[in-house]
């Protein structure tokens, strides 16, 4: 018979953090994977603006996985992508809590001959199979919309 902690851990990945506390507004940020982040409130909080809102790191962390998708599942079907940039705007909600409401993902791929169609098939899969963090956001009631564009690279 399974244990219960073996099954929570075959079912699950864990993933871990640490939040320090580091004086008037500011905190560091450890992932499991040993990086360091800083993240500070904006002054009128009492912040001295010393590194990205926690709020922005929400959607540095949606751009970021949304990316790395576009760009494997482009690599994977040997397209020749060179460049590929996420631009993401956000609206949060007027009142407290200032969840998102709306985030937008405009997609710039580069390289020189990519398939329009390849591209297009890329950013869906993304949207709606592969990124975790766009996904559940999406669950959360968050409406997020995808565009690209390409831009073909000289010889």
Request: hydrophobic share 40%; net charge neutral.
């Given at each position: 018979?399974?244990?219960?902690?073996?099954?929570?851990?075959?079912?699950?990945?864990?993933?871990?953090?640490?939040?320090?506390?580091?004086?008037?507004?500011?905190?560091?940020?450890?992932?499991?994977?040993?990086?360091?982040?800083?993240?500070?409130?904006?002054?009128?909080?009492?912040?001295?603006?010393?590194?990205?809102?926690?709020?922005?790191?929400?959607?540095?962390?949606?751009?970021?996985?949304?990316?790395?998708?576009?760009?494997?599942?482009?690599?994977?079907?040997?397209?020749?992508?060179?460049?590929?940039?996420?631009?993401?705007?956000?609206?949060?909600?007027?009142?407290?809590?200032?969840?998102?409401?709306?985030?937008?993902?405009?997609?710039?791929?580069?390289?020189?001959?990519?398939?329009?169609?390849?591209?297009?098939?890329?950013?869906?899969?993304?949207?709606?199979?592969?990124?975790?963090?766009?996904?559940?956001?999406?669950?959360?009631?968050v409406e997020i919309t995808h565009?690209?564009?390409?831009?073909?690279?000289?010889?």
């Amino acid at each position: 018979m399974i244990s219960y902690r073996t099954f929570f851990r075959a079912e699950f990945q864990v993933m871990k953090a640490r939040i320090q506390w580091a004086g008037e507004a500011l905190f560091l940020g450890e992932s499991g994977s040993g990086h360091v982040v800083v993240m500070d409130g904006p002054p009128e909080s009492g912040g001295r603006n010393l590194g990205v809102r926690p709020m922005e790191m929400l959607l540095l962390g949606l751009g970021g996985c949304t990316n790395f998708d576009v760009v494997s599942i482009l690599k994977k079907g040997r397209q020749p992508v060179e460049s590929c940039e996420a631009f993401l705007e956000a609206e949060r909600a007027g009142e407290d809590p200032k969840v998102f409401t709306r985030i937008h993902v405009h997609f710039v791929v580069k390289g020189r001959g990519l398939k329009e169609a390849q591209v297009k098939r890329a950013v869906e899969l993304s949207a709606e199979k592969y990124c975790s963090a766009s996904i559940m956001l999406g669950r959360a009631g968050v409406e997020i919309t995808h565009d690209y564009e390409i831009v073909e690279l000289g010889a």
